[in-house]
């Protein structure tokens, strides 16, 4: 979350290649070939949307907020990487109505919550001038590099822990590795449009992907 959204659109320099990086896993591969710790949902998520076209050629990636994880897609379908990410600090799947205008003070703890359903991405910048991914613009939620703005806050130390729970600190915003945010997200949802995917974690499946919900 942040305190306003500016400038919506940027030119991106190219990104250099990142082998390896303990918090995610990436090889060549088939949608069907999502790594073995991808949940059902997200498995029957992705299995619809390339099976109905519904990213309509472009990028997708599923953010599985039960899991803490995104899982990303090129423009063919095909898996690229997957890795835990940083979400909103309290479950629920709506965001407020007005929040994207209030500055961070005015947020209260049950608010900061990551809002489910299909956003059409588009590439942005933040007050600071870092470069970012608006997964939805009027809430002022985006997807980023990791950052903290308390050294208390542990957030590397948060993404590396195996607990989902322990990835719950944000304002409703998306961090990622630094690493894995150059080589997978930048190149792919900072440059154009994209398509995310992100599961609920309170309310059903198929209030928000009623077509994917009946997909077998």
């Given at each position: ?21 303990g918090a995610w896993a990436a090889m060549p591969a088939t949608a069907a070939e999502l790594p073995q710790d991808a949940s059902a949902t997200a498995r029957r998520l ?49 965001s407020a109505p007005g929040i994207g205008q209030r500055p961070l003070s005015q947020i209260r703890p049950e608010e900061r919550t990551t809002p489910a359903g299909r ?98």
């Amino acid at each position: 979350m942040l305190l306003a959204p500016v400038n919506r659109r940027f030119s991106l320099a190219a990104v250099a290649a990142v082998t390896t990086v303990g918090a995610w896993a990436a090889m060549p591969a088939t949608a069907a070939e999502l790594p073995q710790d991808a949940s059902a949902t997200a498995r029957r998520l992705v299995r619809w949307a390339t099976a109905s076209g519904d990213p309509q050629g472009l990028p997708f990636a599923v953010i599985d907020k039960p899991h803490a994880r995104i899982h990303v897609f090129s423009a063919q379908g095909r898996w690229l990487a997957s890795s835990a990410v940083l979400l909103g600090a309290a479950l629920g799947d709506r965001s407020a109505p007005g929040i994207g205008q209030r500055p961070l003070s005015q947020i209260r703890p049950e608010e900061r919550t990551t809002p489910a359903g299909r956003f059409v991405t588009e590439p942005g910048r933040n007050l600071k001038g870092d470069d970012i991914v608006w997964i939805d613009y009027d809430a002022a939620v985006s997807l980023h590099r990791v950052r903290s703005a308390s050294a208390a806050e542990r957030r590397k130390q948060r993404l590396a822990s195996d607990g989902a729970q322990d990835k719950r600190i944000s304002y409703g915003c998306v961090n990622a590795p630094e690493a894995f945010y150059n080589q997978f997200i930048a190149p792919l949802f900072g440059q154009a449009r994209g398509v995310i995917y992100v599961l609920p974690d309170t309310e059903p499946f198929a209030t928000f992907f009623v077509a994917a919900s009946a997909f077998q």
